[in-house]
């Protein structure tokens, strides 16, 4: 069965050369008890472990059933070995948190058995009372006893045993030794021991190593039938076996990594949130405007001073015409005067009681006239707004020759219902009432002064058109609108004009003005959580590999036991990437439920504050992306961290202490 030709292992410790096996070749039989014996470092792990597959380095051949085993490689090796070889060690190497039953359903889907003969094997080897017990409960009789049906249980063609009977009593010995007695019958048994009354008990071949040599060779019949190599059988996945107790485990680097998992993909959707309602909210921030449709244009008079040398701008009211005629590219144009002159004297009662903060304007929507706008509506309860205006002036047009004392008093009071929230940002607290309705009491309110004497009715609407442009009643300016709300244009227009050299008319807006900075505000916020998000991307992946890391390095031994039980990789790897999946999806549900809440709460606060809507807002398109990129991507460094594992050496992870 084995066949051992020029054996020669050494061991590099500071550069010395230290021969542990020098030169030994060895035939051994099918079946049969085969003892290898001599004193503490003498080589017989080291040889044990160069016939187990586990060591590579050694000069020479080593053959099992005629193969060559340097010269199987990879899957191959490491199937012929899970099918050919059984290994039972001095301490029993089982996975103590997992039950007796376990430990076995474990081995059958490693190597293929059926798992029926579980309790055929429990009952025959006395650990059927056991069964469900977890194996750190066992005595070391018991554990032996289980380790030797783990290994045993494919019917391998060989079995290793390292000082099997090391850490037993007496009695626990002699049963084991019975039972490995009665499997060489049938079996290749290879025992490494030190007690002579077990050589004595159990009759078998015996092999001596001294200084690197046999020293000894007795019984060593050989009788080479070279046995087929045993049906390769189907491997099964068995890292479910594993969840609940590896989850138990490492309870505490699991729960930091959900958690900080947790707040890492909070974050990621937040501040995804942020950025897409935010750019998304972008045109609908202009067009929500009341008055983001309606501009004011001033007309500029240039004096030239000093021969030219310097000149001096007299704002002016453009006449109508000229606006319309300037601004004819524009389609479906509205111009209005502006008439805040008549609306400086005013009174705000908000609940009957005078609040003098409040700016007054106009807003131009000709629908809606029933309602008032106001961006300040947080700070108080209003039931009732009422605004009046006691307006009193002596109207003098020169070019008239008219001098006249003229008073009107305008009231309104709006009612909770018909109070509209306004976006609020920079502007001062302001309310913004129809002009329409104000024009048509102007136009319907006589200024008796003047009417008097021209014995004709004069409205003080009539006094705006009166006036010469630029008296104190224009206002230097006129409004305009454009039906459409069209923010490009609007900004190309502005632009224009305003940046042309010597311009004949200016045109601003406050509203451009508000929104403009708001934006770039909100956009600096953006670009300081993109950065945010990516300092908390890199460091949750760096915290995740670091604790995966750490719960490798901790189950270092278990990882060599399944690798020496002839484990797929893909198993073992399933093990730990089944447990990141549990993680990533217990995170992922509770950050979306979180940023669901979150979410509804922080747009109903910016809506309060700044009268937005929707501010945080993710598409499905994204949230796919995001829920499919963080997945992708904690794998991935799970798989990465796990092809590290491959370094893991068996050999130190199992040697015996
Ligand atoms: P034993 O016969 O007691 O099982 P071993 O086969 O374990 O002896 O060890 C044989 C010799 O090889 C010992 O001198 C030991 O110190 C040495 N040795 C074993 N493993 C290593 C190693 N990984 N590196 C260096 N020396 C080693
Ligand atoms: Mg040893």
Redesign the pocket.
């Known amino acids: 069965m084995i066949k051992i030709v020029n054996l020669k292992k050494s061991y590099f410790v500071n550069k010395k050369e230290n021969v542990v096996l020098n030169n030994i070749s060895l035939n051994l039989n099918d079946v049969g008890l085969v003892y290898i014996l001599g004193a503490?470092g003498s080589g017989?792990?080291t040889l044990?472990n160069i016939l187990e597959g586990i060591d590579n380095k050694f000069e020479g051949e080593v053959y099992i059933d005629s193969k060559n085993i340097k010269k199987i490689k990879g899957n191959n090796k490491r199937k012929f070995f899970k099918n050919n070889v059984g290994i039972i060690s001095q301490s029993s190497n089982l996975f103590e948190y997992l039950t007796v039953y376990q430990n076995l359903l474990l081995t059958c889907l490693i190597k293929g058995v059926n798992k029926s003969v579980i309790d055929e094997y429990l009952i025959k080897y006395k650990l059927d009372y056991v069964k469900n017990n977890k194996v750190s409960l066992l005595s070391g009789g018991e554990k032996q006893r289980l380790s030797l049906i783990r290994a045993i249980i494919n019917k391998p063609k060989i079995i290793f045993s390292?000082?099997p009977t090391g850490a037993l009593d007496k009695e626990n010995a002699s049963l084991l030794m019975e039972e490995l007695y009665e499997i060489s019958k049938s079996t290749l048994v290879i025992v490494?021991t030190h007690s002579l009354s077990i050589v004595n008990t159990f009759k078998g071949s015996v092999i001596k190593l001294c200084n690197g040599n046999i020293s000894f060779k007795e019984n060593l019949t050989i009788n080479n039938n070279y046995k087929i190599i045993k049906k390769e059988e189907k491997e099964e996945d068995y890292s479910n076996l594993f969840i609940k107790e590896s989850f138990k485990r490492n309870k505490s680097k699991n729960i930091i990594t959900t958690i900080s998992l947790f707040i890492g993909l909070l974050l990621i959707f937040l501040c995804f949130g942020l950025n897409e309602g935010f750019n998304s909210n972008f045109d609908n921030l202009y067009l929500n405007n009341i008055n983001s449709n309606v501009l004011k244009i001033y007309k500029n008079d240039y004096e030239d001073i000093n021969n030219g040398k310097l000149n001096v701008v007299k704002k002016t009211r453009p006449s109508i015409d000229n606006v319309n005629t300037f601004l004819s590219s524009f389609s479906n144009l509205n111009t209005y005067y502006n008439l805040d002159f008549y609306i400086q004297n005013k009174e705000i009662k908000i609940n009957n009681v005078e609040s003098k903060e409040y700016n007054l304007k106009f807003y131009f929507l000709d629908s809606n006239e029933n309602n008032l706008y106001i961006n300040d509506i947080n700070k108080v309860n209003i039931e009732s707004l009422s605004i009046s205006i006691n307006k009193s002036f002596t109207f003098y047009e020169p070019n008239l020759n008219i001098k006249s004392d003229e008073f009107f008093t305008f009231e309104c009071t709006y009612y909770k219902f018909n109070i509209i929230k306004e976006f609020k940002y920079l502007n001062e607290p302001t309310i913004y009432f129809p002009y329409f309705y104000f024009l048509n009491y102007l136009e319907n309110t006589l200024a008796k002064g003047i009417s008097e004497k021209i014995s004709k009715p004069v409205s003080f609407l009539d006094l705006v058109y009166l006036c010469s442009v630029d008296s104190e009643i224009s206002s230097y300016s006129l409004y305009f609108s454009i039906d459409k709300k069209d923010i490009k244009s609007i900004r190309v227009l502005m632009n224009k004009i305003n940046e042309s050299n010597k311009p004949l008319y200016k045109i601003d807006s406050e509203y451009y003005f508000v929104v403009d900075s708001f934006i770039a505000l909100m956009q600096a916020l953006v670009l300081g959580i993109k950065m945010f998000m990516i300092v908390v991307v890199l460091c949750n992946l760096f915290l995740i590999c670091f604790l995966t890391f750490s719960k490798l390095k901790k189950d270092k031994k278990e990882i060599a036991i399944l690798r020496i039980l002839g484990s797929n990789e893909e198993y073992i790897n399933n093990i730990y990437i089944n447990e990141g999946v549990i993680i990533y999806i217990i995170s992922l549900s509770l950050s979306l439920l979180f940023y669901f809440l979150l979410r509804g709460l922080i747009n109903k606060k910016l809506y309060d504050f700044f009268v937005i809507f929707n501010l945080i807002d993710i598409s499905n398109n994204n949230f796919l992306l995001i829920i499919s990129l963080s997945f992708v991507l904690i794998i991935l460094s799970y798989i990465c961290l796990l092809s590290f594992s491959k370094k893991f050496n068996i050999k130190e992870e199992l040697k015996?202490e």
Do not use: R
């Open positions: 503490s017989k792990s044990l390292d000082e490494v015996e």
